[in-house]
Nanobody
Framework: QVQLVESGGGLVQAGGSLRLSCAAS????????MGWYRQAPGKERELVAT???????NYAESVKGRFTISRDNAKNSVYLQMNSLKSEDTAVYYC?????????WGQGTQVTVSS
């Protein structure tokens, strides 16, 4: 079982920045496939960014060039740096970990971008 705890969400003006953090439990964090997803009101959950254990990254087209995913295996943590935020980035952001055939989710953190 992997526990994920997100932090760093909040209210920010359009054009601003936020950094989300996700702390994970487990002794083999470096082998986890990590990701960030988001869900806006009335919409389905969507992929934002992912990072493999080998540090390969993948981003949704809507956030490319603005968001950066990173990880610190020594701290069992993954981060999402969000710059140039837009009102359409408003959503609950979820941390995701994939280990073998198991998938784990955090409780989510709210990001609200005011225009």
């Amino acid at each position: 079982q992997v526990q994920l705890v997100e932090s760093g969400g909040g209210l920010v003006q359009a054009g601003g920045s936020l950094r989300l953090s996700c702390a994970a439990s487990g002794r083999t964090f470096s082998s986890y496939y990590m990701g960030w997803y988001r869900q806006a009101p009335g919409k389905e959950r969507e992929l934002v960014a992912t990072m493999t254990s080998g540090d390969s990254t993948n981003y949704a087209e809507s956030v490319k060039g603005r968001f950066t995913i990173s990880r610190d295996n020594a701290k069992n943590s993954v981060y999402l740096q969000m710059n140039s935020l837009k009102s359409e980035d408003t959503a609950v952001y979820y941390c995701n970990a994939v280990m073998s055939i198991a998938t784990f989710w955090g409780q989510g953190t709210q990001v609200t971008v005011s225009s």
